[in-house]
């Protein structure tokens, strides 16, 4: 975590206690410290004025190897506009123009963020050209265009000062874009991840294989949290590597990017349809997809139980419709244990789906990836349990496991999985099936699929990687031919 020192000509009250502030004078004097951490600076010093005090706080913060905003080029290149010397004032829209002439010919951008909704779009595109903390854009009368220059906080209007802090906060807890001028990559994509998840969908190295991947496919990555993200529009890709839910904030960044035109994996539509059992087992059923015989059920009464029972034999599988990596399900080998759970499942959901138990030594991930496999598993069960993962007394154990490539997986099990990912849609997916002899079952779609290095990557190695991050580059081709 990068520590951020805010530098400003005067004292700015913020009730931030992890942010400091600073003047100028004491930037000056007290930094670079030894053994100091990766330091950020927010330079809110005036920039106008060549060799100024805010143009040698950011001189200095580069010199010191301290990541700043505005930078020294920013801060000249917009001296160059303001002097008439440089041509790179911003394009704007003729109702743009004519909103900004309501509002006195200009308006103030904070942190790429403004006041007026309208003004979004070219507040968010001279923050992107222009990275600076405050940005004064002037309409120019004789074209449609405006004049950016960088000022300090003391030149904000008074009513302006609290959204300016406030966003000047929420800024600090964001990641740091590289501006538009310097970075070398085609496009920009963010990896989401949650520190904190005890069994996230890929590990620490795995995470890194993925960035240094995105590198050579034309990407500069950065791993982000939902946190620390901020605009998802400042993206092309959005990669989610965090296990995502309908009612959470992964499907919540999914649906915010997708309408801002950034291509996200995996997609709101592939989050809805396979964080619910019941809807793929429902699809499963309609497309012919070979699964499990399986009930909905909508209540425990000892009637119900006895008919399930029938139909199904004990022991029975429980399934809530939303779970993750075994979690939310129950194997029940009586009645009285069907009845008892089904009651409590009933009081999360509305729908309870329960299946018959059928089982094997390991389970089939068959790795889908627009369409088609990519890599293969077998995922043995847990040591003396009945599923891959055993949650049991708050540790998460595992069994073992073996990758191979996809073309000695059975031809039933590969079919299988083709048409049950082909239910979810395109994305990257992970299919759980289980074989016995020849026939099959798919168990369930997984979006967001684990690939953790030494384990998914066994086979193909970094050439997994790449080909998740040739995916994005041919759906952001794609996306600009059909622009």
Same mark, same amino acid.
């Given at each position: 975590m990068h520590h951020t020192l805010i530098v400003a000509n005067q004292h700015i009250a913020l009730d931030v206690p992890s942010l400091t502030v600073l003047s100028f004078e004491q930037y000056l004097s007290d930094y670079p410290k030894w053994n100091e951490p990766k330091t950020r600076v927010i330079n809110l010093c005036d920039t106008d004025q060549y060799l100024s005090n805010g143009y040698y706080c950011s001189l200095l913060a580069e010199a010191r190897q301290h990541r700043v905003i505005p930078s020294v080029n920013t801060i000249n290149d917009l001296r160059l506009i303001k002097a008439g010397q440089e041509g790179q004032s911003l394009v704007i829209k003729p109702q743009e123009k004519a909103i900004i002439e309501s509002l006195g010919g200009e308006f103030f951008v904070c942190f790429g963020k403004t006041e007026d909704s309208r003004l979004k779009r070219i507040a968010a595109s001279a923050f992107g050209r222009y990275p600076s903390p405050l940005l004064k854009l002037t309409v120019r009368q004789e074209q449609a265009t405006v004049a950016c220059v960088s000022v300090g906080f003391n030149a904000i209007p008074g009513v302006l000062q609290s959204s300016f802090i406030e966003r000047l906060s929420q800024y600090t807890q964001q990641q740091w874009r590289t501006s538009a001028k310097s970075k070398q990559s085609r496009w920009d994509m963010a990896i989401l991840v949650d520190p904190q998840e005890s069994t996230p969908p890929s590990d620490k190295k795995a995470i890194a294989q993925f960035v240094k991947a995105a590198g050579k496919a034309g990407f500069h990555a950065e791993v982000v949290t939902a946190e620390t993200i901020g605009d998802v529009a400042q993206y092309d890709a959005l990669f989610i590597r965090e296990t995502t839910a309908i009612d959470h904030q992964t499907y919540r960044l999914a649906r915010a990017a997708e309408r801002e035109g950034v291509v996200v994996m995996d997609d709101s539509q592939s989050i809805l349809r396979c964080c619910n059992k019941i809807f793929l087992q429902d699809a499963f059923s309609y497309h012919k997809?070979?699964?499990?015989?399986?009930?909905?059920?909508?209540?425990?009464?000892?009637?119900?139980?006895?008919?399930?029972?029938?139909?199904?034999?004990?022991?029975?599988?429980?399934?809530?419709?939303?779970?993750?990596?075994?979690?939310?399900?129950?194997?029940?080998?009586?009645? &009285?244990?069907?009845?008892?759970?089904?009651?409590?499942?009933?009081? &999360?959901?509305?729908?309870?789906? &329960?299946?018959?138990?059928?089982?094997?030594?390991?389970?089939?991930?068959?790795?889908?990836?627009?369409?088609?496999?990519? #890599? &293969?598993?077998? #995922?043995?069960?847990?040591?003396?349990?009945?599923?891959?993962?055993?949650h049991a007394d708050g540790k998460s154990d595992s069994g073992d496991f073996v990758t191979m490539p996809t073309f000695e997986v059975p031809k039933q099990v590969l079919k299988a999985a083709i048409a049950a990912a082909d239910v979810a849609g395109k994305g990257l997916y992970g299919v759980d099936i289980k074989q016995r002899g020849n026939k099959v079952y798919v168990i369930e779609v997984n979006d967001n699929p684990n690939i953790d290095a030494g384990i998914e990557d066994k086979y193909l190695g970094n050439e997994l990687y790449l080909l998740i991050m040739q995916e994005f580059v041919s759906r952001l081709e794609r996306r600009g031919r059909q622009a």
């Open positions: 997809v070979p699964a499990p015989k399986s009930h909905f059920v909508t209540d425990a009464e000892l009637t119900t139980c006895e008919a399930l029972i029938e139909a199904l034999q004990l022991p029975i599988i429980l399934k809530l419709p939303e779970s993750s990596f075994s979690k939310g399900v129950y194997k029940v080998e009586t009645l &009285a244990a069907l009845q008892d759970k089904l009651a409590m499942m009933l009081e &999360a959901s509305a729908l309870v789906l &329960a299946q018959e138990y059928i089982f094997t030594e390991f389970d089939w991930r068959i790795g889908m990836l627009g369409g088609r496999p990519i #890599y &293969a598993c077998k #995922y043995f069960m847990a040591r003396n349990h009945w599923q891959i993962y055993n």
